[in-house]
């Protein structure tokens, strides 16, 4: 990995969209740490110290990089464009007219994303009023009222719209201009930046002896060594599941021009087992967290005893796997469905079996023993239908260690197995597309 980095470094081009990549982490990072005009960090802290078991919350800390424990200016990150395109994505099956811009090529790509830019405007308008109201009834902004308070409150709203828009610019530019994966780079960054604070306290409460805890030094170094063993083990694990492939052979027949003889060459599709990446599990736990987080910032709490605190609950993954009360791990069969669902869905979108296919066909090749045309069609939904099931599986999987060791160990975490798949998983996608950088770069080179 280094050395392709420093051979990365070595290229004018790649090195300048390293460089401005680089930068406008430095602003988003910078951008976390403005907080909102008018607030009150110390009020913030005592409202979320009564939502420090919600573990809604600390999934949206790690999306947001602790922005949002700060309310600074990106408190609501990324969050609304990730949800906008959930949206898009679902209404390309209700409304006919989106999809065709879906399949429009490149000019339907771009009005897609410019519908999209719209909803994440509307998306943060509404987030940033439902968090502006609900955490300043509790006097996030002081006993404000009247006038003062509206423009408070109007300051506030503007300042988090104002920054998600910002966030998803900048994104977009790292796509543009920087090393690609622009708003997953975000994300990454948001994610990192939470990483080191909760692997301390993991460690100060399962490993570091202190007066109170009376750990012995053999259980502390067991504990360790655990710990650090279901890293390294689920890391190499989403490595591996990130690079599989499942591999069609293709044979294209050999064809007769002028006195040569063309084609006649064997070759693959590769399908990767885990086709959709990480956004199956961007998706679902976004839809999991965010009706939880809406309604704690309105008083209501999971396991209340009402209707809909049963239902926070269930949707509260702290709650799954608890040996004490095992009921609300039908929560996890939800976000099983969910995921595996999305996996389906976003691979319907991004590879097309009957394109693949006509394309085959028109250039003279075939799978071998399979008739070209709508047989090949068939034949390649039915390999990748069972693709995506085994991909959408081992996503699962890696996403239950952690929540079966915090549901036995009753250890919360900002990061589990979701942002371990989204880290290791972004950074395998943009490594690989540093390389197609410099394959491509070469290739100039050598037509120069």
């Given at each position: 990995?280094?050395?392709?980095?420093k051979?990365?470094l070595s290229?004018?081009?790649?090195?300048?969209?390293?460089?401005?990549?680089?930068?406008?982490?430095i602003?988003?990072r910078?951008?976390?740490?403005?907080?909102?005009?008018?607030?009150?960090?110390?009020?913030?802290?005592?409202?979320l110290?009564?939502?420090?078991?919600?573990?809604?919350?600390?999934?949206?800390?790690?999306?947001?990089?602790?922005?949002?424990?700060?309310?600074?200016?990106?408190?609501l990150?990324?969050t609304?464009?990730?949800?906008?395109?959930i949206?898009?994505?679902?209404?390309?099956?209700?409304?006919?007219?989106?999809e065709?811009?879906?399949?429009?090529?490149?000019?339907?790509?771009?009005?897609?994303?410019k519908?999209?830019?719209?909803?994440?405007?509307?998306?943060?308008?509404i987030e940033?009023?439902?968090?502006?109201?609900?955490?300043?009834?509790q006097?996030?902004f002081?006993?404000?009222?009247?006038?003062e308070?509206f423009?408070t409150?109007?300051?506030?709203?503007?300042?988090?719209?104002?920054?998600?828009?910002?966030l998803?610019?900048?994104?977009?530019?790292?796509?543009?201009s920087?090393?690609?994966?622009?708003?997953?780079?975000?994300?990454l960054?948001?994610?990192l930046?939470?990483?080191?604070d909760?692997?301390?306290n993991?460690?100060?409460?399962k490993?570091?002896?202190?007066?109170?805890?009376?750990?012995?030094?053999?259980?502390?170094?067991?504990?360790a060594?655990?710990?650090?063993?279901?890293?390294?083990?689920?890391?190499?694990?989403?490595?591996?599941l990130?690079?599989?492939?499942?591999?069609?052979?293709?044979?294209?027949?050999?064809?007769?021009?002028?006195?040569?003889?063309?084609?006649?060459?064997?070759?693959?599709?590769?399908?990767?087992?885990?086709?959709?990446?990480v956004?199956?599990?961007?998706?679902?736990?976004?839809?999991?967290?965010?009706?939880v987080?809406?309604?704690?910032?309105f008083?209501?709490?999971?396991?209340?005893?009402?209707?809909?605190?049963?239902?926070?609950?269930?949707?509260?993954?702290?709650?799954?796997?608890d040996?004490?009360?095992?009921?609300?791990?039908?929560?996890?069969?939800i976000?099983?469905?969910?995921?595996?669902?999305?996996?389906y869905?976003?691979?319907?979108?991004?590879?097309n079996?009957?394109?693949?296919?006509?394309n085959?066909?028109?250039?003279g090749?075939?799978?071998?023993?399979?008739?070209p045309?709508k047989?090949?069609?068939?034949?390649?939904?039915?390999?990748?239908?069972?693709?995506?099931?085994?991909?959408?599986?081992?996503?699962?999987?890696?996403?239950?260690?952690?929540?079966?060791?915090s549901?036995?160990?009753?250890?919360?975490?900002?990061?589990?197995?979701?942002?371990?798949i989204?880290?290791?998983?972004?950074?395998?996608?943009?490594?690989?597309?540093i390389?197609?950088?410099m394959?491509?770069?070469n290739?100039?080179?050598?037509?120069?």
């Open positions: 990995m280094f050395k392709a980095l051979n990365a290229i004018k081009d790649i090195r300048k969209k390293l460089l401005f990549t680089f930068l406008m982490v602003v988003i910078l951008g976390c740490q403005l907080p909102i005009p008018g607030s009150d960090a110390d009020v913030l802290e005592s409202i110290s009564s939502f420090e078991d919600s573990d809604a919350f600390s999934f949206f800390s790690a999306f947001t990089g602790g922005s949002f424990e700060m309310m600074s200016l990106f408190a990150s990324i609304p464009y990730i949800t906008s395109s949206i898009m994505q679902l209404l390309t099956i209700a409304i006919p007219k989106l065709e811009l879906q399949k429009d090529g490149e000019t339907g790509r771009k009005t897609m994303a519908i999209t830019r719209f909803v994440t405007v509307g998306l943060s308008l940033a009023i439902a968090m502006t109201i609900g955490l300043g009834n006097e996030l002081g006993d404000v009222s009247g006038t308070k423009a409150y109007v300051v506030s709203i503007a300042a988090m719209v104002g920054g998600s828009t910002l998803m610019w900048i994104g977009e530019r790292i796509t543009e920087g090393i690609g994966n622009g708003i997953s780079i975000v994300l960054v948001n994610i930046s939470t990483i080191p909760d692997i301390y993991l460690f100060q409460e490993v570091i002896i202190t007066d109170t805890n009376n750990r012995s030094i053999g259980m502390a170094v067991l504990s060594i655990i710990i650090l063993l279901i890293f390294v083990v689920l890391i190499a694990y989403i490595v591996i990130q690079n599989a492939e499942r591999r069609i052979p293709v044979q294209y027949a050999k064809k007769l021009q002028g006195r040569r003889m063309y084609g006649g060459q064997s070759t693959n599709i590769p399908l990767k087992v885990n086709t959709a990446g956004m199956p599990v961007i998706f679902a736990s976004s839809l999991m967290s965010f009706p987080i809406i309604s704690n910032l008083g209501k709490q999971a396991g209340d005893g009402t209707t809909w605190g049963k239902v926070l609950k269930l949707l509260t993954t702290s709650a799954w796997f040996t004490s009360d095992f009921k609300w791990t039908l929560g996890f069969v976000y099983a469905v969910l995921v595996i669902a999305f996996a869905f976003y691979t319907a979108i991004t590879f079996p009957a394109e693949i296919a006509d085959m066909k028109k250039m090749g075939a799978i071998p023993g399979i008739r045309g047989t090949t069609e068939e034949y390649l939904t039915r390999i990748l239908n069972a693709v995506i099931f085994i991909g959408a599986i081992g996503l699962l999987l890696a996403a239950m260690v952690p929540i079966i060791a549901g036995l160990t009753n250890v919360s975490l900002s990061f589990g197995g979701t942002s371990i989204i880290v290791v998983g972004v950074i395998i996608e943009t490594l690989s597309q390389k197609s950088m394959v491509s770069r290739y100039e080179g050598f037509l120069e």
